[in-house]
């Protein structure tokens, strides 16, 4: 399966943007979806999770209240809605592929990668 993420730029502290991911390949209609990011200098670290079915879901704490996780199955798609942002937010943002129908939360439940969109969040 290949995942292609989109939806990155530059953006002042306080506003929004959608990041989208779009599946193409394999059908990932029966595992989660996830998203991921880096930030310089530091390690990958989970984001935010949907289940296969879009009823399940998690957050970061550093990230809950402000970011929301969607998916259209129709359209092989995961979203990322991010608000409220602020300069931590900075980093390159990955979307990826479950194992499983379930929500994992680290890298390890995660079976596929897309190349990631680089998020700037200037103050």
């Known amino acids: 399966v290949q995942l292609q993420a989109s939806g990155g730029g530059l953006v002042q502290a306080g506003g929004s943007l959608r990041l989208s991911c779009a599946a193409s390949?394999?059908?990932?209609?029966?595992?989660?979806l996830g998203w991921f990011r880096r930030a310089s200098g530091k390690e990958r670290e989970f984001v935010a999770v949907i289940s296969w079915n879009g009823a399940y879901t998690d957050y970061a704490d550093s990230v809950k209240g402000r970011f929301t996780i969607s998916r259209d199955n129709a359209k092989n798609t995961v979203a990322l809605q991010m608000n409220s942002l602020i300069p931590e937010d900075t980093a390159v943002y990955y979307c990826a592929a479950a194992r499983s129908a379930g929500i994992p939360t680290t890298t390890r439940g995660f079976a596929s990668w897309g190349q990631g969109t680089l998020v700037t969040v200037s103050s």
């Open positions: 390949g394999r059908i990932f209609s029966n595992n989660g």
